[in-house]
């Protein structure tokens, strides 16, 4: 769903639309569209990947597989490479904004791999166009949404996971029997690895040879050990470093770099969301709520 360029007055943008674009290296080169339209009409047009669509307000039209379909708030829509489609808004005068995401089949084919059985060459498929599944819709649009500033690691296992669950709950085809597996020592060599320089966050692919297993099967295997995928118990490593040398007395801006963070800023994001309060104030020990509300 990128935008057709046709020429002419009655393609002039409106003042009202907008567009952000970005392309990340991770996932084959995962692209995402953030847009706001109301005149825009896509025409016709393919795609080589498959396009993941969560509309946040309004309403799109698109006409897909010989019928029109809406996509609305909350929910999440399918479109498989390599067939027709277009899109507008529903209703012109309120527009919709969405949020989009154009994957390759390849990374398609290694999340379909861990849940189905498929022949040499076959891609998962959706039977439905559009998907009423708010937690998926809710998830795909938190990962677009940290999909520039997040680290590598991050962006690669949460988009692989988001993937695996759009298959395992959506794709029609056989499943794969879970394999009766424990892989304890996998999972410590892991952590030790993450635990060696909390500066540094390995890619998943480094992790999941150091674990060997699949880049997949990893982050699944993790996050039953220990509740989370691998990004996250290293953000909770980071933290519980930067409060113990906060309680040292370290500078904040010395603790940021020390523990792996790109500058005090997210530094102060990341410890006030987990632990509260901002990193200097746990560090003098004493803070009180600017607003003035009791708690």
Known sequence: ???AVTGG??????????VHFWRIEEGGGAEFLHARFHRHSYARHTHDRYVLAAVLHGWERFHYRGA???IASGQFAVVHPDELHDGEAAVPETGFVYRTSYLSPDLFARAAAEVMTWREGELPAFPQVTIPDPDLAARFVALHRTAEAATPLERESRLLLLLEDLVR??????RRAPAASDEPLRVRRVRARLEEDLTRAPGLEDLAAEAGLSPLHLLRV????HGVPPHVWLQ???IAEAVRLLRRGEATA???VACGFVDQSHLTRTFRRMVGLPPAAFRSGSYKRPTGETI
């Open 236 to 238: 909770q490593r980071r």
């Open 222 to 225: 993790f996050r039953r050990h």
């Open 68 to 70: 029109d379909h809406v």
């Open 254 to 256: 010395e603790v940021a």
């Open 9 to 18: 007055k009655e393609d002039e943008l409106d003042p009202r639309e907008r």
């Open 169 to 174: 709950r959506h794709a029609a085809g056989p």
């Open 1 to 3: 769903m990128t935008p």
